[in-house]
T-cell receptor, first 112, second 115 residues
Framework: NAGVTQTPKFQVLKTGQSMTLQCAQDMNHEYMSWYRQDPGMGLRLIHY???????DQGEVPNGYNVSRSTTEDFPLRLLSAAPSQTSVYFC???????????FGDGTRLSIL | AQSVTQLGSHVSVSEGALVLLRCNYSSSVPPYLFWYVQYPNQGLQLLLK??????LVKGINGFEAEFKKSETSFHLTKPSAHMSDAAEYFC?????????????FGAGTRLAVHP
């Protein structure tokens, strides 16, 4: 049982480049989220989805896009990478709105 | 807006000593409360959760937390620290606001355990 799988694990980009962080879960969870983790700030919500075809913004959505075409996948797109987006990104899923979230192992992203 | 405060960004204890990690939330209505642990280069793992069934919640690896409504606190404890407990710990809440479960995290407390 893989749980939540994130790819890639590490990535280095140049300013202005675009890329997609992949997230897939095999638990048939309706709820999925993307967070970024920065030192001393905990995790902050970027975007979330309550089901296929339904997404919404979190606390820090600027510079990121998401889509949810299937229950399993929830990719995060960086449109034009900036150094301020250097961070560790986590994807999470849960089966209900008030239940604990299951996290992937993260993607460590550096923007030069 | 709901917020979570973790007192102490770094806590250091001796092996075998009591572990106490503090968490306070701001809400007039008790939210859902969680403690997560993050080991180096890994994702977050659920330690325990409070969902109003009992004020003392037992979790994995010998950890427990007590919900105190009057103090709006949910402190994490373990009677005897082990070297393997060294990690970063996050307190998080889901406020009773309806709709999606926007999990709100504290800034985290890094626990060091020394021999």
């Amino acid at each position: 049982n893989a749980g939540v799988t994130q790819t890639p694990k590490f990535q280095v980009l140049k300013t202005g480049q675009s890329m997609t962080l992949q997230c897939a879960q095999d638990m048939n969870h309706e709820y999925m989220s993307w967070y970024r983790q920065d030192p001393g700030m905990g995790l902050r919500l970027i975007h979330y989805s309550v089901g296929a075809g339904i997404t919404d913004q979190g606390e820090v959505p600027n510079g990121y896009n998401v889509s949810r075409s299937t229950t399993e996948d929830f990719p995060l797109r960086l449109l034009s990478a900036a150094p301020s987006q250097t961070s560790v990104y986590f994807c999470a899923s849960s089966w209900a709105s008030n239940q604990p979230q299951h996290f992937g192992d993260g993607t460590r992203l550096s923007i030069l | 807006a709901q917020s979570v405060t973790q007192l102490g960004s770094h806590v250091s204890v001796s092996e075998g000593a009591l572990v106490l990690l503090r968490c306070n939330y701001s809400s007039s209505v008790p939210p859902y409360l969680f403690w997560y642990v993050q080991y180096p280069n890994q994702g977050l793992q659920l330690l325990l959760k409070y969902t109003s069934a009992a004020t003392l919640v037992k979790g994995i690896n010998g950890f427990e937390a007590e919900f105190k409504k009057s103090e709006t606190s949910f402190h994490l404890t373990k009677p005897s620290a082990h070297m393997s407990d060294a990690a970063e710990y996050f307190c998080a809440v889901i406020p009773f606001s309806g709709g999606y479960n926007k999990l709100i995290f504290g800034a985290g407390t890094r626990l060091a355990v020394h021999p």
